[in-house]
């Protein structure tokens, strides 16, 4: 859910909830330029299910934005979020 848009010094930055309807858990993450980077995607991960042998799929369940899971060799992974 965006609940928030700031600009600074030409760079959008907007709050993204992510959720996971398995153990029920949110995470907000700020995408810069509609991108979640590798750390912030991590760190939701984490936050979204901490359990190392779940196969909950972490980001899980009706989300407010459309988010593709990308990779890149040189960024890692790294989340694109685009409107619905």
Same mark, same amino acid.
């Given at each position: 859910?965006?609940?928030?848009?700031?600009?600074?010094?030409?760079?959008?930055?907007?709050?993204?909830?992510?959720?996971?309807?398995?153990?029920?858990?949110?995470?907000?993450?700020?995408?810069? &330029?509609?991108?979640? *980077?590798? !750390?912030?995607?991590?760190? =939701?991960?984490?936050?979204?299910?901490?359990?190392?042998?779940?196969?909950?799929?972490?980001?899980?369940?009706?989300?407010?934005?459309?988010? &593709?899971?990308?990779? *890149?060799? !040189?960024?890692?992974?790294? =989340?694109?979020?685009?409107?619905?």
């Amino acid at each position: 859910m965006e609940k928030q848009t700031t600009i600074c010094g030409g760079i959008m930055r907007k709050k993204v909830t992510l959720r996971n309807n398995f153990h029920n858990t949110t995470s907000t993450v700020f995408a810069v &330029d509609n991108v979640i *980077s590798s !750390s912030s995607l991590k760190r =939701a991960r984490k936050k979204l299910c901490g359990m190392g042998d779940c196969l909950c799929g972490d980001i899980r369940g009706p989300q407010d934005k459309i988010i &593709d899971i990308c990779y *890149s060799y !040189s960024a890692g992974e790294f =989340a694109q979020v685009s409107e619905k």
